[in-house]
């Protein structure tokens, strides 16, 4: 993605570099120019290594054509860096849309890992509401509990069984089947030995499938050595495009580096959008920034009326029973 953005950026920028004239000039039969001797030919074909935007004869007219080209040169290749830059943010720090709703009550689900339960019968997510309530035939009588509330087939009662379905989904190009399995193996559970760089392959996979989450995870393992050698700039790179999926947890750690770094204008505009999509310790973090002047109180004020729109949109009934009945059904992460 980041090969692409740049990619933009040299095809957006040339209406900004039209005053910088140092093209070798190519018509409609791939004439071209030597910008230092002024030779025609189709063989002219030195081009400069940096701006790729003028060419040469040969090397000795490249050489003897450096010290004019130089300053135009940086300047073209600063122009469209900053510009490449100016794009990449401006995907970056796009508000993604919001998680979908859950197929049965069609209410948005939480953000909350314990908030939903991912079905590998039917490759569903189900919020936690949904999952513990009674279930009803026809006649309304209530029935076994153990079935998916959405597709109505039994849970699996063995481990066995419950890999023997996530296998099927994966076969079905279900990318967050692929995710669990490559959690399974970095985590050693559910029968699968401990295998980062299987856990890796699978998390790309599951990336390139458009599950943002397995992103966060590929940055999780470079930012501290998990089958990779540990590289914080592709930890960064890989928790941006979480982030620009819509991954909160990758856009909070986001936040917390621009933080570190001292950009805290960055770092602000990361927690906003990590809180819009439902991470309540952005908003801790917002309130902290606020308490030592590095955020203003329009900007706390935002904050809070950002989170209280989320909970708006993910609170229920169903779900604060669930919650109630069981902690580990819980929706919200306490802010306490």
Known sequence: MTDKICNDGLSEVNDKLNNINMSSTEDDNDISICVNCGKEGTDINNICNKCKQVRYCNAACKKKHRHKHKK??????????????ELHDEKLFKQPPPKEDCPICFVRLP?????????SCCGKVICSGCIHAPLYDDQGNIVDNRK????RI???YTVEEGNKRLKKRMKAGDAQAIYSLGYYYSEGIYGYSLDHKKALELYHRAAELGYA??????GYAYDHGQGVKVDKKKAEHYWELAAMGGHERARYNLGINEENAGNMDRALKHHLIAIRGGHST??????RMYSVGHATKGDYTTALQTYQEYLGEIKSDQRDKAAAADERNRYLLSRK
């Open 148 to 151: 998916c509330p959405f597709c």
């Open 111 to 119: 953000a909350h890992h314990t908030g939903g339960t991912y079905k």
């Open 213 to 218: 989450k397995a992103y966060t995870n590929i």
């Open 282 to 287: 952005s908003l801790k973090l917002i309130q």
């Open 154 to 156: 039994p849970t699996p």
């Open 72 to 85: 135009k040169c940086e300047e073209y290749v600063r122009l469209v860096a900053e510009h490449a830059a």
